[in-house]
């Protein structure tokens, strides 16, 4: 039965089969259906002829088009799953597009993921026609490390057995490997096979292939947080594109520039590249990318701690996702969400949310997004002090990764639980963490994780009193930070600077450092940011006993804090509010203050924080 192989939003998918063949019955009709083992085509074949009493039809030849039009234009099921002579077949679809309106075609044709994948990139003329495609998986079928580190393996041994073959076919053959090098994190063969890709492509003037090629590399520096490399790439596939009047290729790649700028604090650039990217995808009705697009835009407005304008953004994505039956999209949207309701302090709907994609991403079998599920719910569990909850979150995400061999986020969950150990206390444990979380970043090149950790590090000197030590590894981690062009690192380690000349008492330096943050935040739009520096800079004013100077910066701060709906941010500006009445004896003012710190410090559940306010009353 094939309902035992889907999950619910692939049943619904079926039903929309269902719908499009009863409107389209009098015209022509194209669906592309993916599937990803050969046991469901098997069983998507059975039902669909079971269902429709559908015809399939028997090419003998790779210009299936063509035969089709001497033959009644009844509906007929092509199953082209792992079809030998899948490229040729593409190809001729490709030319012989117009056919299928020009003598009335209805057909039903079904893919491995991969060639659907393709066809879609290299057959968009082909692909735009058509009434309805969607991608099925395999829920009976669970994916391990070995079978990856297989699919890399054959991917390999295909190359190596397949010498002296056109350049076409050899580009594609080393795309192959790199593309499952790059699916295990295995980023330095990846780079290897795409290089030699690419150098084949440019000899023979391939522009299309050269295109994909330079972005997928533009991704491989991405991912190691090389970022002004990656724009480089990427730019480049987009003039390319641009220049070959592939469109969606433009999208994908603006796309891809906004993460670069995103990921460089400069929100606004991204939103640019976004936007244009959304534009261009509804222009051409492609709506898997308008969802990604609106939920990238989502991700900057979240960026800039404008949660009521982000959380407009992932729900339209996530109503297309859902429309379109793209699951992996409508567990991305409800992680998006999910931790907006984190960052506003509301705990338990950023639970139901970060659980119910978890859920999707178990049953769609994409052991990545289980793993970053698991992380993300223990931040949660972390914020409401569970750390014994978060810890057990945190170790099993990192059992995943290791077993599916993603370096990347085997390093983030060692820092995740190294920051469990370090709340605790604990800073030699911690410190254990943090350092082989920082030895794996630096071993995969992954740049922004290695100023991530030593930037931990130097929280855990801090912790032990050691402000020199701590000192050096916020300096290091400042100069990645601004190798890479990721402004809002910068801009953190700057606060964490001067926290450090604030508990050496040398405020005249902390607030240097925190003035310099505080512009760099304005800067890129990070307005969470900019109410955390202005609450540092009150903190410094507070210390040398100017009240009006502090109270003026501590409101402001404030005032951002409701506006972007950080809870926790508000809390704690508040509470410093509430310190500075008491401080100068107007203690009705103070308890006003102190009380609704309190109130919402309970909402949010963050029990340090409790305590610390209950210490004032």
Known sequence: MIKEYLISTEHIALKRIDTIIRLRSGVSLLVLLGVDTTKLSQELEQYLIEKYDIETFNHSSSDILRELIYEPNNLKLINLYNHPNIDEILKNLQFTRDYIPEYNLKLIFIFDKESLENLKEKCWDFFSTNSFDYQFSDHQYTPTTIVENDKLDTAIQKHKSNPNLNPKLEIELLVNVANEAYAISNLDLALEYYTNALNLAKSNNLKFEIAVIVGNIGNIYQDRGENDKALKYHKEALEIFREIGYIQGVANQLGNIGVIYQNRGENEKALKYYQEALEIDRDIGYSQGVANNLGNIGVIYHAKGENYKALKYFKEALEIDREIGYSQG?????????????????????????????????????????????????????????????????????????????????????????????????????????????????????????????????????????????????????????????????????GSIGNIYQIKAENDKALKYYKEALEIFREIGYRQGVASDLGNIGLIYQNRGENDKALKYHKEALEIDREIEYSEGVAIDLLNIGLIYKNIGENNKALKYLKEALEIAKEIENPPLIDKIKGLM
């Open 330 to 494: 409508i567990a991305n949207k409800l992680e998006n969400i999910g931790l907006i309701y984190k960052n506003k302090g509301e705990n338990d709907k950023a639970l139901e949310y970060l659980k119910e994609a978890l859920k999707i991403f178990r049953e769609i079998g994409y052991i990545q997004g289980v793993a970053n599920q698991l992380g993300n719910i223990g931040n949660i569990y972390k914020n409401k002090g569970e750390n014994e909850k978060a810890l057990k979150y945190y170790k099993e995400a990192l059992e995943i990764d290791r077993e599916i061999g993603y370096s990347q986020g085997v390093a983030s969950n060692l820092g995740s639980i190294g920051n469990i150990y370090k709340d605790r206390g604990e800073n030699d444990k911690a410190l254990k963490y943090h350092k082989e979380a920082l030895e794996i970043d630096r071993e995969i090149g992954y740049s922004q994780g290695v100023a991530n950790q030593l930037g931990n590090i130097g929280n855990i000197y801090i912790n032990r009193g050691e402000n020199d030590k701590a000192l050096k590894y916020y300096k290091e981690a400042f100069e990645i930070f601004r190798e890479i062009g990721n402004s809002q690192g910068v801009a953190n380690i700057l």
